[in-house]
């Protein structure tokens, strides 16, 4: 085989005419070097002469780059070409995206394939991250200078391999674990980080561009081969078995590709194409790439995802949004036997939240205060949103005033009979409401429905699950506090212990160690809870608001970052002070979407 020179090659590079696959015969991937999903290249010494000289080296460089660019440039090129002929009908697509959409030299990835169709301005480059994407929203400036209608995006795989470092994310070699179970809870947080950054580039897009579509996608079944991205990370770990090792990547990019479908169903403009099965099992360049014809179907998918936005219609599939607020500065003492004291700003947080969720979008609001805020009226409002959302919709529901404690019936919150333990209640305007009745309208929400409950309350730190037996722990004062005191919640119960052990939630359990509500009520829905405090502390009123609604607000207005709700958990109790540290956790259907989207947002 006959091979060139340095200076031939740099000849031929110069040439207007080349074009990157001309260039293909004189690159090889440099596996060392690359990084997931941004493939490196190195010259082939089989084609090309290269000098060991330091000044050969530094030349080899800049051809490298010099490689790069041309690719780039010919991609931008071939657009404005087709355009220049005046007969392309087609829509004005840009994309940006990461080695899916531009494999360096070597490979016809999905844009080298779709721009034989398609006028396509091309900003992608290998190994670009969701985050630069989001940050530099180079998008804008291209869909503003062409015109176009489409935007197409690739992105997360960086996300779901952890950088390189997937070994952190999983469990060591067990025989007696599934492949479910070797993904420890920390892999769903990189896929809710990733799907963070969607929502931002998704919204950024509807707001500032109505008419353009965007088209996504997920990854196909990737199959570890002793790579550095996959195999090498789950030999590292023990896990040595191929077919442990397929079954597990098969479910990181099922889990990846649910959320990021369950993601689109929330933005009319996006379109989510599923991969899963195009590529094969066999069509594989490496670990994380497909072959040019894996590629070739995969830009067949986009292709056709194309056509199908020409017949449908925008906003179709816009997601219903329903938020109760609820505030109670006052309760009906009679009930209470005149033990509660009054508080001074729940009300205030009531009308707080329902602004934040009106900036959100969220298009039916309801506040119930004071003698509005019955167990009937909030119980029936919540029933009626669970009747009318569907999934991919979202319910909103927040709470300020006392938090309260009654005798537990059942034993859902101790795991034995033998225990003295209490359930955590709201103290609504003419009753409590007990922390099982909550599982129980939960429970009502149809699968795939979004609920966010906001609690500023005391006990609110386990106000959806088995409390947890820790001792008090008191702060400084600096406001009321909204707790019942204990002596006041005993009295309570004994004046209305009828009623109270008539409620269809308080029945005797089985004594499991899982909690009872949980097996009697099986939540469909997600639901994240954000609440005031943890379930040993208290949470208190601060000037205007109460402490964690003031630091909801506070947080809200330093930053328009798209962050999810555990990083926004922890930007706000770093306002607060350590004896109230706000809490956060989920029930129900596990959603990364869900949990990675902008905040308080439809």
């Known amino acids: 085989m006959i091979k060139i020179t340095l200076e031939e090659l740099s000849q031929k590079m110069a040439e207007p005419g080349t074009q990157p696959e001309d260039l293909a015969p004189y690159f090889i991937e440099d596996v060392d070097a690359s990084d997931p999903f941004a493939p490196a ?15 050969a080296a530094t030349r080899s460089a800049l051809l490298l780059n010099g490689a ?8 931008q090129a071939r657009f404005f070409r087709r355009l220049s002929k005046g007969d392309y009908k087609g829509p004005i697509i840009v994309e940006e995206g990461d080695s899916w959409f531009q494999f360096p030299i070597l490979l016809r990835d999905t844009i080298d394939v779709l721009m034989e169709e398609y ?54 070699f067990n025989p007696d674990l599934a492949a479910r179970d070797y993904l420890l809870p920390s892999f769903d947080q990189l896929v809710a980080t990733a799907l963070g950054q969607f929502d931002r580039i998704y919204r950024d897009v509807a707001a500032r561009y109505p008419k353009v579509r965007i088209l996504c996608h997920g990854y196909d079944f990737a199959v570890p081969n002793k790579g550095k991205w996959l195999g ?60 040019n014809e894996g590629y070739r ?31 109670l500065n006052k309760v009906d003492q009679g009930h209470y036997g005149g033990g509660l004291i009054d508080l001074d700003f729940c009300v205030a947080d009531a009308d707080a939240m329902d602004a934040i969720a009106h900036d959100g979008g969220f298009a039916n609001r309801t506040q119930l205060k004071d003698h509005e805020a019955t167990r009937d009226a909030i119980i029936e409002a919540c029933a009626d949103a669970a009747k009318t959302l569907k999934a991919g919709d979202i319910f909103m529901f927040s709470y300020a005033g006392h938090g309260g404690q009654v005798k537990d019936f059942n034993d859902d919150e101790s795991g034995g009979p033998d225990r003295d333990i209490l359930d955590e ?56 506090t909204r707790m019942m005191p204990l002596a006041v919640a005993a009295q309570v119960f004994r ?48 000037l205007g608001n109460g402490l964690f609604t003031a630091s909801i607000l506070e947080t809200l207005a330093e930053t328009s970052d798209p962050i999810g709700y555990k990083a926004f958990r922890d930007r706000c109790a770093a306002r607060m002070p350590t004896w109230q540290s706000p809490n956060f956790w989920s029930v129900g259907r596990p959603d990364p979407a869900f949990e990675g989207q902008r905040v308080f947002s439809v």
């Open 425 to 480: 209640t709201l103290c609504l305007y003419d009753a409590q409401l007990i922390d099982d009745e909550l599982y129980k309208i939960w429970s009502d929400f149809a699968e795939g429905v979004r609920v966010l409950a906001v609690f500023d309350c005391c006990h609110s730190g386990s106000m959806l699950r088995a409390s947890v037996d820790l001792a008090a722990q008191d702060g400084p004062t600096r406001g009321k």
């Open 41 to 55: 290249i190195t010259l082939n010494p089989d084609r090309v002469v290269i000098p060991d000289t330091d000044d």
């Open 119 to 172: 006028a396509v301005f091309s900003l992608s480059a290998g190994g670009d991250t969701l985050a630069n994407m989001a940050a530099r929203a180079e998008y804008r400036k291209a869909i503003e200078q062409t015109g176009a209608t489409i935007l197409l995006l690739s992105g997360g795989g960086n996300d779901l391999v952890a950088d390189g470092d997937l070994s952190r994310h999983l469990r060591k």
């Open 495 to 542: 004046n209305n212990a009828d009623f109270y052990r008539s409620l269809p939630s308080s029945q005797p359990g089985p004594g499991l160690a899982t909690p009872y509500h949980e097996l009697t009520f099986p939540v469909a829905a997600s639901v994240l809870q954000v609440s005031a405090c943890q379930s040993n502390q208290k949470a208190q009123e601060d």
């Open 297 to 327: 179907d995969v830009a067949k998918q986009f292709s056709d995802g194309i056509k199908a936005l020409g017949h449908k219609s925008r906003g179709a599939s816009t997601p219903s949004s329903v938020s109760l607020h609820v505030g």
């Open 232 to 291: 090498k990370p789950m030999i590292a770990n023990g896990i040595k078995d191929a077919r442990i090792q397929v079954d597990i990547a098969k479910i990181m990019m099922d889990r990846f590709n649910d959320a990021m479908a369950g993601l689109a169903r929330r933005h009319s403009h996006v379109t989510f194409l599923n991969l899963r099965g195009t590529v094969g099992g066999a069509r594989w360049h490496d670990e994380l790439h497909p072959t």
């Open 68 to 75: 790069n660019w041309i690719e780039r440039q010919s991609r």
